[in-house]
Structures are given as structure tokens and as C-alpha cells.
């Protein structure tokens, strides 16, 4: 009675979910959503793929191989060199001329290409996989400013000034960064719907950044001071996130992606000036090396496109990618002598712009 009891529940739970039994006797699964289907039979079930028509976000097992173009731009809040203004003849004074209004020279950074690679494995009964994902970008920057032309042009640079007994008329910036990202993470994909895929993710990550910046100063009296300002980040951590896919029509979807992460590891920042104006020496140099917790965001929402065969798929992406890194990037400031305008800042370090990506599944 007992056992008959167990294969009566057994047959009710397996038609609930969408099996049938055949004339030998093994139970199908009929509801054929994604590329797998299950067959259930006394000893085992196994899972096999069907037919081409596949178009699931993440149900095809194997391994993938995935690359991604990247046309980004950074962003770094108060990386600035001078402040240019045109006085006007009737607001012109001896104390204006050293105000802090005008328009704020910066380095200007513009959009420039990278690339990410990514290799991972995807077992096929539980959809589990494995993952690792390097992230490469470096921008350069070149930029230069003069005194307005006016009988009244001011120019005040923002950096330590080494030529006293002159004033500016002219600097120059030269700026290069590099952002190199490793992540190792096992993820689940979960279909939530037949038309909404979820992956949620969780590894490890590293980053390394590094970024130059060369300041030059000319003054009226063809004195010179040049400025090197420095900052090199290597961390690791933890990071967690998810993907989602909301398919519209056919293989197109809708996706997005939506990771959080903290590393802890070794800042270090570097400010070196040299006055040239009588004989070349350190007019002031500032270290600050550290340990220090950070956290980022990345955010990537687009349209994609995908397709699966037996024993092939692919996937076609194009999106808008934002990265956050808080509090990472440190300034010093200093405008001309005046101690009291001298300041460390700390500021949010971003990346963002395009990211189109193909993935290839065996």
C-alpha cells in the first residue's frame, strides 16, 4: 500500500510538471521552452538539446568564448590645470587679477577604444558556469592653454606655481590612464519566465590603474615650472551581480547587467614640481602611499540578439556601459602661495560609453 501510495504521488507531481508518459513507459517532458529537453525514466534523467530553433539567453551548455569593444571615455572631477580669464576694462583690478573666476582648464579627456575578452564553461543540467573576463582600456591626453589676449587676460595656474616675481601666460597638460580589470565568478541561470532569463553571478576581482599627468607653466618673464602627478591602484575583492534578458521577439532581447563589488589594496599618489626659473630643483614634493577599501558599480543595459543550434550559438550585443570607482581619484591643489588655498580632494573615477560584444557557444 505504502509503495503504491509513492507511485501515485510520484506520476501527480510529474504531470503537474508538465510530463507525459509514453507506451514504454518513460515520462517527457512536453513544454519545450528552452533548448534542453529531460527525459525521465525509471534509473536516471538526463538532459539532451532539441532542435535549432533555440532562442534561450543561457540554457546552452558548453563552453563560450565572448569579446567585447569598448568606446569609453573617463571621467576624473577636479583634474584641472589653470584658470583663464578676460578681464573687461572697467572690472580690472590689481585684486581681481588674482580672483578665482574664469574658465577652468582641464584635461579634457575624449573617447577612446578598449576591449574585453571572456572564456567560461556552462554545464548543461543546472545551467551552473564558470567565468573569467579581463577588461583592458588606456586613454591619452594632450591639451595646452595661453592667456586671453586682452589688455587685461589673466591666467592662474592650479597647481603648486614655482615663479614668483612673474605671473602665467601659458600651460600645457599631457595625461595618460590605464584600467586593466581580471574577474573569475561561477554564476546559475534561472528562468524566471518563459520570456525572462535571470543569471546571478558572484567571484573574485582584480584592478589595476595607473595614470600620469604632466603639468607645464611658462611666465611672462620665460621662467618655467613643470609638475608630475601621479597615482597607481592595485586591489582585489569580492564582487556580486546579475544578468537579465527580457526576450520581445524572436531571438531579439532586451538586457541588462547590474554588478557591485569592493577590493582593498595599495594607493599609491605622487606630486613632484621642479622650478626651472633659476636652476633646476625640487620646489615641492608630496607622497601618499596607502591601503585603502574601494567600491564600484557597473552598470550595461542594450539591445541583443541570439540564436542557438545543436551544436552551436550565438549572440550579438550593443549597449551602454558605465563604471564607477567612488572616492578613488586624489588631487592636490594649490593656487599660488597662499597656503590657505591649498587642499587634497578626493573624487568618484568613471568610465562609460559604448560596448558592442559577440559570444560564441560550442
Known amino acids: 500500500m505504502k509503495k503504491m501510495f509513492l507511485s501515485i504521488c510520484s506520476v501527480a507531481l510529474l504531470h503537474s510538471l508538465g510530463y507525459s508518459q509514453d507506451a514504454a513507459g518513460n515520462y517527457n517532458l512536453i513544454n519545450k521552452q528552452n533548448m534542453f529537453i529531460a527525459d525521465v525514466t525509471a534509473d536516471s534523467m538526463n538532459t539532451q538539446s532539441s532542435d535549432s530553433t533555440n532562442t534561450d539567453a543561457f ?31 572697467e572690472t580690472y583690478s590689481p585684486d581681481a587679477r588674482s580672483a578665482l573666476a574664469g574658465d577652468l582648464q582641464t584635461i579634457g579627456w575624449s573617447y ?30 594632450n591639451n595646452s592653454s595661453s592667456q586671453p589676449s586682452g589688455i587685461y587676460g589673466n591666467y592662474v595656474g592650479t597647481m603648486p606655481e614655482v615663479t614668483s616675481g612673474s605671473s602665467l601666460v601659458s600651460g600645457s597638460s599631457s595625461s595618460t590612464f590605464k584600467y586593466q580589470i581580471a574577474d573569475l565568478f561561477l554564476g546559475r541561470a534561472i528562468n524566471v519566465t ?5 543569471r546571478v553571478k558572484a567571484g573574485a576581482k582584480g584592478a589595476f590603474m595607473h595614470q600620469d599627468w604632466s603639468v607645464f607653466y611658462t611666465a611672462n618673464n620665460a621662467s618655467t615650472s613643470s609638475h608630475q602627478n601621479n597615482f597607481h591602484y592595485n586591489a582585489f ?32 599618489y605622487f606630486l613632484f614640481t621642479r622650478d626651472d626659473s633659476v636652476e633646476p630643483g625640487i620646489f615641492d614634493k608630496l607622497t ?24 552551436f550559438g550565438i549572440r550579438l550585443q550593443l549597449g ?21 588655498l591649498r587642499s587634497l580632494t578626493y573624487s ?15
Open 59 to 89: 540554457a546552452k551548455a558548453g563552453f563560450f568564448v565572448g569579446g567585447e569593444f569598448l568606446y569609453w571615455k573617463l571621467d576624473i572631477p577636479g583634474q584641472d590645470y589653470a584658470i583663464t580669464r578676460d578681464f573687461p576694462a
Open 112 to 141: 577612446k577604444p578598449g576591449g574585453r575578452v571572456t572564456v567560461g564553461y556552462r554545464e548543461g543540467r543546472d545551467l551552473w558556469e564558470i567565468t573569467g573576463d579581463y577588461t583592458y582600456y588606456k586613454t591619452s591626453k
Open 194 to 198: 518563459p520570456y525572462i532569463n535571470l
Open 237 to 268: 575583492g569580492l564582487f556580486g551581480g546579475f544578468d537579465a534578458r527580457w526576450k520581445i521577439w524572436g531571438g531579439l532581447d532586451i538586457f541588462q547587467t547590474l554588478d557591485f563589488a569592493g577590493v582593498y589594496g595599495k594607493y599609491k
Open 288 to 311: 601618499n602611499n596607502d591601503n585603502r577599501t574601494i567600491f564600484t558599480t557597473r552598470l550595461l543595459a542594450g539591445l541583443g540578439w541570439q540564436w542557438s543550434w545543436d551544436w
Open 320 to 340: 551602454y556601459e558605465l563604471n564607477t570607482w567612488f572616492n578613488l581619484a586624489q588631487s592636490y591643489r594649490e593656487i599660488g602661495a597662499d597656503v590657505s
Open 348 to 362: 568618484n573615477l568613471s568610465l562609460e560609453g559604448l560596448n558592442a560584444g559577440l559570444t560564441l557557444n560550442f
